[in-house]
């Protein structure tokens, strides 16, 4: 193989100044106007912290609130798990819950009045939304009515998870998240267009390019691209660069029609474990400064024919099949699913075996 079929790799370096600056408190306070109405609960406590890092959760049962989540489960035939509970090889380990009446009552309330406030929201901690813990709530996105929609979708998030243990990991200076303070972001729901989030990489105080943020295909999305092209270049040039503590640095934005404004939605750091979408790390990186300052950047759009490539649904690996969701919670189905999934097996063994009787 000839030395021009490698691609070198890159290096990407990012500082722990650089991901603090992209956490939602210090970023949102430089563009107030530009960002939806929110509320950040700083410097959650420890045990906030645990509740959400536990395995499962106790939901508050709160006297003189009702919730979905906590209504007492009135036995009938459907939901009789009893003879599982009595099962002996069952090993119970006893594991201290915690519990957010006893362990954070006043986060708990502060949360509650900050729901009352803003209706429905979007939470993220200082830097990840939990995209992909949507599955557990019944409207399957990241909207939350109540304080316990809360807790189940930050329970349930590995995004949450990367911002409580692994903040800095592959920054230049050291990953030790010994001392971070954790803040709760909750974001006013507003309804949003998937097709008019985009990504802009700045790179050195230029655009050196911009992406679609959800990877499917819009039709009308090609024809308005130079619109979206000078809403972007205002924002970048005369609004972030010019508080912004630095010149390279990945961000997020809405565009709503009729395309005559635009939101800040998120500010992420210039590195490879930001998700390059349409672009990948190593073009980014080597795109060179605009010469004479005339800058010109692609915004790339998925196109008709690509669209095969990216078809895979996001967060997929939280999805389980409907035959095994159906299975759990119906034991005929378990026997059903068991007899298919044997005669699958025979059948395959049988294959295998015609197959390398075949061979010789
Ligand atoms: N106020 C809001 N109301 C409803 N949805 C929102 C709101 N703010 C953001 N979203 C949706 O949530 C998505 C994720 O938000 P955000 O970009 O803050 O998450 P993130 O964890 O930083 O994502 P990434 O890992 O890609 O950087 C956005 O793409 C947008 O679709
Ligand atoms: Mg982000």
Redesign the pocket.
Known sequence: MSSQEYTTFIDIPVTRAQVEHCS?SFWSSLYPKYV?K?IVLKSLPKKFIQYLEQDGIKLPQEENSRSVYTEEIIRNEDNDYSDWEDDEDTATEFVQEVEPLIDFPELHQKLKDALNELGA??P?LN???P?DATWILPNNT??CNEVNELYLLLNASN?IMHDLQRAFKGCVDGDDIKGLKFDLVL??????N?AL?FRVFVKNAHIVGATQ?DLNYYDYLDELSDTFKDLIDEIVHDVVLPKFPDKSFVL?V?IPRPFNKIFI??I?PFARK??SLLFSWNEIAAIAPPKNDVEDYELRLVTRHNTGRFASKEHSENHVPQDLVEASLNPEAIRELTQKWKELLSQQAKEESSDSENET
């Open positions: 939602y939806p929110s929201v979007a993220k830097w990840s939304a995209r990241m909207k995004y974001r006013q729901w507003c309804d949003m998937p989030e943020r997020d809405y939605v998120d992420n930001t998700d």
